[in-house]
């Protein structure tokens, strides 16, 4: 009887913790460098939570081996909602697999609280290619071999083109490279024939004429290139490809702290000029429940697990 009175006090003197979170700054954490798409709109989302909750929001940036640094540091923090990780999904879905014993369970050491946003990639060719629709490129790449370019290998953009690539029947020589402004150069520069990219970093060239965009891989054409057909309209059917971003915490964290959090996030994600801002870098806002992302996870992780090993990536 004692232990479980001692258990209701204990309950009830975390309501008012609960209820007056956040009272001091929070720290949220994202394995991409500062300036790129995912830490800027990152920043324009910490001031509207500094706004809302009239607490401080910090964002410091853990970039660096596949997202295993942030991912280390978060599971080492306090479970109490001050300190979060805005993680990309190939650091919680490939490194699992691509890592000999991975220093944390992504199922088991971080709780999930919103899948904040999804992006398209696309294809891009120079302006005088001879490849100007997507069926162009697949027949070109069963007459002559092709060199693709994107990021480094085990990323968002490689593994989206090795799915893209089985489900088109097609082959090409993928060409990692460490920047997309790299890829980019060596597209213009002739090293190339296409290139995989995301709106934010592309869009600049193909507003200047210098690359033609054929093809996405959205479900449904993006807003910011509305002549750009998707994969699916370019005979592709039913094919699509979004990767994802999400907000995350060390596990163990308050079910309420979790469930303001999230719910704060999905209120500020359907205002439209966060939506319209976030149109300007590609992504299309979602703010899911925590179990919906914890579904997404797994699922991602039961269909990246094979190719993984398939491709013999290790990082």
Known sequence: MLKKLLLLAALFASFPALAAYPDHPVRIMVSNPAGGPVDVFLRVLATRLSQT???????????????????????????????????????????PFAVDNPPFDVQKDLQPISLVARTPFI?????????????????????????????????????????????????AVYAPSPSSGKTLGDLIGGQLDIALDAPSSAKGMI???????????????????????????????????????????????????????????????????????????????????PAELAETIKNDLRDMGPLVKELGIKL
Not at 79 to 92: E, F, H, I, N, Q
Request: aromatic fraction near 8%; glycine fraction near 8%; charge should be positive.
């Open 123 to 171: 294809f891009v060719v120079p302006k005088d290619s001879p490849i100007k629709t997507w069926q162009d490129f697949v027949a070109a790449s069963k007459q002559r071999d092709l060199t693709i370019g994107s990021f480094s290998i085990g990323t968002a953009f490689h593994l989206v083109w090795e799915q893209t690539a089985r489900a088109a029947g097609v082959k």
């Open 207 to 289: 507003d200047a004429g210098r690359l033609r965009a054929i093809a996405t891989t959205s479900p449904t054409r993006f807003p910011g290139l509305p002549d750009t057909p998707t994969l699916d309209e370019s005979g592709l059917k039913g094919y699509s490809s979004q990767p994802w971003f999400a907000l995350m915490a060390p596990a163990g964290t308050p079910a309420a702290v979790v469930d303001k959090i999230q719910k704060t996030v999905a209120d500020l994600l359907k205002d439209p000029a966060m939506k319209a801002q976030m149109q300007i870098y590609g992504m299309t806002p979602v703010g899911s429940t």
């Open 53 to 95: 909750w009239n607490q401080s929001v910090v964002v410091e940036n853990r970039p660096g081996a596949s997202g295993i640094i942030l991912g280390n540091a978060l599971v080492k923090a306090a479970p109490d909602g001050y300190t979060l990780g805005m993680v990309v999904a190939s650091s919680l879905t490939v490194v």
